[in-house]
């Protein structure tokens, strides 16, 4: 079974970046699409970006395109989310999971690591 440990996460002023790491021990990240996920205080986590398993193919919500980068590299067994522009609304606890597909459902979270946004 994967394990996904993500790294990363502090606080940031607005309009500032931060790049966060998910990384697996126990299988090859290669075998899976990656997708990270956020949850904010009272609200419920959702899908803001995915890769499939050989990073040709990625995913963004609208609240993060174009802010936002995915990318994997299968060979340290690490995906990690450039995160820019970053805005308060941002703020959140940041999880990063296993799926089959993009398309799929997660079948695999690590603990999540968590982003402030403020001045």
């Known amino acids: 079974q994967v394990q996904l440990v993500e790294s990363g996460g502090g606080l940031v002023q607005p309009g500032g970046s931060l790049r966060l790491s998910c990384a697996a021990s126990?299988?090859?990240?290669?075998?899976?699409?990656i997708g990270w996920f956020r949850q904010a205080p009272g609200k419920e986590r959702k899908r803001i970006s995915c890769?499939?398993?050989?990073?040709?193919?990625?995913y963004y919500s609208d609240s993060v395109k174009g802010r936002f980068g995915i990318s994997r590299n299968n060979a340290k067994n690490t995906v990690y989310l450039q995160m820019n522009s970053l805005e308060p609304e941002d703020t959140a606890g940041y999880y990063c999971a296993t799926l089959p597909a993009c398309s799929g459902q997660a079948n695999g979270w690590g603990q999540g690591t968590k982003v402030t946004v403020s001045s």
């Open positions: 126990g299988l090859p990240l290669a075998d899976y699409a």
């Open positions: 890769i499939n398993s050989s990073g040709g193919s990625t």
